[in-house]
């Protein structure tokens, strides 16, 4: 059985000159191998949400402007790329933002619908998001005002909306309450 040996300086910094050369073998190589990956991919994922942050920075600025093209352009990158990722937190993220820009443009079905595919992915994965910055409280206040100016039976489900989002609220509250009560308790 051969090994393949590796080799390398004793310093990654350093150059060779005049230093005695480390080998390294497949099998420190393939045991190293899950680490790096998983540094590769904390690096990958920071990058991405920085790279998102951005957009949506730079989006906000076009907004701000009235340059609802560039921003929409902007926010359905943002949008596509959370989807590639997979991160779920990022994809509420975008269709929320998709959704305040289409609010602003007065494109009232189209706002509501991001919204509510935002709401629809949150209840799907609300176990797991941990984010306040998405949850439903934060936006499910646009998406009545929405359903209100659409009318008709849009206009309906906003009574129905504005209903959940109290209560989601009151949950949430309720569930403040009861940690102030517990920490309390323990003085």
Not at 34 to 54: E, K, N, R, W
Request: charged residues 20%; hydrophobic residues 45%; glycine residues 6%.
């Amino acid at each position: 059985m051969s090994t393949t040996t590796l080799l390398a300086t004793t310093s990654a910094a350093t150059s060779c000159r005049g230093k005695a050369m480390t080998p390294i073998s497949k099998t420190t190589i393939y045991a190293a191998a899950p680490t790096v990956l998983a540094a590769a991919v904390a690096v990958t994922t920071a990058a991405a949400a920085i790279s998102t942050t951005a957009v949506a920075l730079s989006a906000a600025e076009h907004i701000a402007a009235g340059q609802y093209g560039q921003a929409e352009v902007l926010l359905l990158k943002s949008y596509t790329c959370s989807l590639e990722r997979g991160c779920d937190v990022d994809i509420i993220r975008a269709l929320v933002r998709l959704g305040d820009l289409y609010r602003a443009q007065f494109r009232w079905a189209n706002a509501a619908g991001k919204y509510h595919e935002a709401y629809a992915l949150w209840e799907q994965v609300s176990y797991s998001i941990h984010d306040p910055s998405v949850h439903p409280i934060t936006f499910l206040p646009s998406l009545v005002e929405c359903c209100e100016k659409l009318g008709g039976e849009t206009g309906k489900m906003a009574a129905v909306i504005r209903a959940k989002a109290l209560a989601i609220q009151e949950h949430t509250t309720r569930g403040l309450d009861d940690i102030v009560e517990e920490d309390e308790d323990e003085e």
